[in-house]
């Protein structure tokens, strides 16, 4: 199963992106799955992640500024980002939890730069 994570760049404060990861390869049903991010210098952090019934749960840093949701027929997961700030740049990377098998799947990062 691989992982492609698209959607970074390089945007001012209060702007927004929005990242899409695509899951494919021998997928039977993905579980959980989220979206973590790690700045220079700091340890990886989760930044929101959402069931497979479409309940999500946010980090405090992110919370009413970010939205996770995901497309259960297109195995993929999306981050809304809204009101951007410099501490939001980091590379953020995806992941998806395998139902049957409970493997745990992640994707490359796709870099996100805050700054004006």
């Known amino acids: 199963v691989q992982l492609q994570a698209s959607g970074g760049g390089l945007v001012q404060p209060g702007e927004s992106l929005r990242l899409s990861c695509a899951a494919s390869?021998?997928?039977?049903?993905?579980?959980?799955m989220g979206w973590y991010r790690q700045a220079p210098g700091k340890q990886r952090e989760l930044v929101a992640s959402?069931?497979?019934?479409?309940?999500?749960n946010y980090a405090d840093s992110v919370r009413g500024r970010f939205t996770i949701s995901r497309d259960n027929a297109k195995n993929t997961v999306y981050l809304q980002m809204n009101s951007l700030k410099p501490d939001d740049t980091a590379v953020y990377s995806c992941?998806?939890?395998?139902?049957?098998?409970?493997?745990?799947?992640w994707g490359q990062g796709t870099k996100v730069t805050v700054s004006s």
């Open positions: 959402i069931t497979r019934f479409g309940s999500p």
């Open positions: 992941d998806a939890e395998d139902l049957i098998s409970g493997e745990n799947y």
């Open positions: 390869g021998r997928i039977f049903k993905l579980n959980t």
